[in-house]
């Protein structure tokens, strides 16, 4: 389980034309209280525009930098090793290293993580037969295409068996059967079968949210404004419409964000 509870965080930035030494300080409110219940067995969908704080809140999950103010815990530990060893995260920048093969990509990672040789290649071989990439192990990651960058990356991400996996707009850039690569992946790691897994996926495709997900919570200027299932989310906009949904909740409360500001 993966609760994020009011998280704020502010960046500062100098203004533009400043040099490095002189100039104004500006500061840029980059989450301002979002909320995130994401339970096992479940896939939860951050929703929202881009520059809405899913990223800068993900981050934050992952230990890259310390929330001003709120809480985030992950099956009840406060963000920290023991925490971190409990997730698989696939970022937005896959990170690949070009000269090494997918499956000395995904043990390399599964030896960081401390398992040995024996069972990162073992849980290697297991991932490839589920992400299908069996055809892929033995090539350098050098010239793999982005469907196939993002299937070692997800394994590699998975190869200690996190309880916990977070996905940073995964389906961006992918091809149509990539994208339905990944869904079956995810919709197999939340079964039973699968480990009932805690899935976190962030993105901004409206498609993405109604196949996928079975919770979804709209961020907006940096905040939560909604949550719910589909059927609930357009019931609550009064739309028929998953777009038109969206639009209503996320965007009337950025605007009375602007007012309020």
Do not use: W
Not at 95 to 105: D, K, V, W
Not at 127 to 142: E, G, I, P, S
Not at 177 to 191: I, K, Y
Not at 197 to 207: L, P
């Amino acid at each position: 389980m993966i609760h994020i509870d009011q998280v704020h965080k502010t960046f500062q930035t100098r203004a533009a034309g400043s040099t490095f030494k002189r100039g104004a300080k500006q500061q840029v409110k980059a989450v301002q209280g979002i909320s995130v219940k994401a339970t096992d067995g479940r896939i939860t969908g951050l929703l929202g525009p881009n520059g809405a704080g899913k990223t800068t809140t993900l981050r934050m999950l992952g230990g890259l930098f310390a929330p001003d103010a709120g809480s985030i815990q992950v099956d009840g530990l406060p963000v920290g090793q023991a925490a971190l060893a409990r997730m698989g995260i696939l970022s937005d920048a896959h990170g690949l290293y070009p000269r090494l093969s997918a499956r000395e990509n995904i043990v390399y990672f599964g030896r960081l993580q401390g398992m040995t040789r024996e069972a990162a290649e073992q849980r290697a071989e297991l991932l490839a037969d589920m992400l299908d990439l069996k055809k892929l192990m033995d090539r350098r990651t050098d010239g793999f295409s982005q469907g196939e960058r993002m299937k070692t990356s997800l394994a590699r991400a998975l190869v200690h068996d996190p309880a916990n996996i977070v996905l940073d707009e995964p389906t961006n850039g992918l091809d149509v059967l990539a994208t339905r690569s990944l869904r079956e992946s995810l919709r197999f790691l939340r079964s039973a079968e699968g480990g009932g897994k805690c899935i976190v996926f962030s993105t901004h495709i409206m498609q993405e949210v109604e196949q996928l997900c079975d919770h979804v919570i709209i961020v907006a200027a940096g905040r939560s404004v909604a949550e719910g299932t589909v059927p609930e989310l357009l019931a609550a906009a009064g739309e028929q419409r998953f777009e038109d949904a969206f639009v209503k909740l996320a965007f009337s409360a950025e605007a009375k964000q602007g007012e309020q500001a």
